[in-house]
Antibody, heavy 119, light 110 residues
Framework: QVQLVQSGAEVKEPGASLRVSCKAS????????IHWVRQAPGQGLEWVGL????????TSAQRLQDRLTLTRDTSTATVYMELSNLRSEDTAVYYC????????????WGQGTLVTVSS | QSALTQPASVSGSPGQSITISCTGT?????????VSWYQQHPGKAPKLIIY???KRPSGVSTRFSASKSGNTASLTISGLQAEDEADYYC??????????FGTGTEVTVL
């Protein structure tokens, strides 16, 4: 059974950096893209970025690309999302999700990581 | 890049059919076959219900169907059930391997 397990909730001050992990089991990291999606409190889903199966290709939402870094450690089947210079508007639940090649569908999701940015 | 446009809310009685629209542009929905739909219950992670415009993942009810015409994709829920009450989001590839979600639609079963 495929599972994506994310790291726990975080509280950060404005200007700090954040790292969220997403560990995959049951497949997948070798063949699937991993996307990051966030959801601010009471708001809709926002696509954040993706990393390719081998980790050599990443892309992100234009408004985050200067602050976002996506990496993956194939030896531990773990993907990492780093977001720098945090702002209050980055407060959200962050999800990782997997995409089978070229389907555009995010079939498995992590449980979500609540990130709160507050002074 | 603005979110895809969905109606804020749609409602229907049990057994009825409802349709949710998702309007984008010729750069995303209109030119991509990588359109997907997600169901999200409160406090839960989203669940994939449609991918590649019309395909249903294994285990998803056949009551969910979808289509696309021009810059607008649509999700239809037939035989509406109480368990269908949730938020629904469309998502489209927007070129250059980027993606964009819709604004979301709250479905209420009357």
């Amino acid at each position: 059974q495929v599972q994506l397990v994310q790291s726990g909730a975080e509280v950060k001050e404005p200007g700090a950096s954040l790292r969220v992990s997403c560990k995959a089991s049951g497949h997948t990291l070798s063949t699937h893209y991993i996307h990051w999606v966030r959801q601010a409190p009471g708001q809709g889903l926002e696509w954040v970025g993706l990393i390719s199966p081998g980790g050599h290709f990443t892309t992100s939402a234009q408004r985050l690309q200067d602050r976002l870094t996506l990496t993956r450690d194939t030896s531990t089947a773990t993907v990492y999302m780093e977001l720098s210079n945090l702002r209050s508007e980055d407060t959200a639940v962050y999800y990782c999700a997997s995409e089978p090649p070229a389907t555009g569908g995010f079939d498995y999701w992590g449980q979500g990581t609540l990130v709160t940015v507050s002074s | 890049q603005s979110a895809l446009t969905q109606p804020a809310s749609v409602s229907g009685s049990p057994g009825q059919s409802i349709t949710i629209s998702c309007t984008g542009t010729s750069s995303d929905v209109g030119s991509q076959n990588l359109v997907s739909w997600y169901q999200q219950h409160p406090g839960k992670a989203p669940k994939l219900i449609i991918y590649e415009v019309t395909k249903r993942p294994s285990g998803v009810s056949t009551r969910f169907s979808a289509s696309k015409s021009g810059n607008t994709a649509s999700l239809t829920i037939s035989g509406l059930q109480a368990e269908d009450e949730a938020d629904y989001y469309c998502c489209s590839n927007a070129g250059s391997s980027t993606y964009i979600f819709g604004t979301g639609t709250e479905v209420t079963v009357l």
